[in-house]
Nanobody, 124 residues
Framework: QVQLVESGGGLVQAGGSLRLSCAAS????????MGWFRQAPGKEREFVAA????????YYANSVKGRFTISRDNAKNTVFLQMNSLKPEDTAVYYC?????????????????WGQGTQVTVSS
């Protein structure tokens, strides 16, 4: 089992920044790929970013490319999502997730473990 706990969400004005954290515990070695997803009210859950175990490979949705950066600190079992130049359309609940392979990395159903989510609200 793997437990994931997100933090760092909040209210920010458009153009501002937030840094989300996801602390992992348990059998983290079994789920080396970490991802961030988000879900706005009335919308489907959508892929935001993902990272492999070494951090050498990162993946982004087109909507956040150039504004968001995913990174990880394996010594602390933590994954980060630095979000800059935030827009009102970034408003959503952000979820951290873990899986064991990079196959279908943007498909949320392939992730075995999920955090409880953290709310990000961007005001215009």
């Amino acid at each position: 089992q793997v437990q994931l706990v997100e933090s760092g969400g909040g209210l920010v004005q458009a153009g501002g920044s937030l840094r989300l954290s996801c602390a992992a515990s348990g059998r983290t070695f079994s789920t080396p790929v970490m991802g961030w997803f988000r879900q706005a009210p009335g919308k489907e859950r959508e892929f935001v970013a993902a990272i492999n175990w070494t951090g050498g490979s990162t993946y982004y949705a087109n909507s956040v490319k150039g504004r968001f950066t995913i990174s990880r600190d394996n010594a602390k079992n933590t994954v980060f999502l630095q979000m800059n130049s935030l827009k009102p359309e970034d408003t959503a609940v952000y979820y951290c997730a873990a899986k064991n392979t990079i196959v279908s990395i943007s498909y949320w159903r392939g992730y075995a473990y999920w955090g409880q989510g953290t709310q990000v609200t961007v005001s215009s």
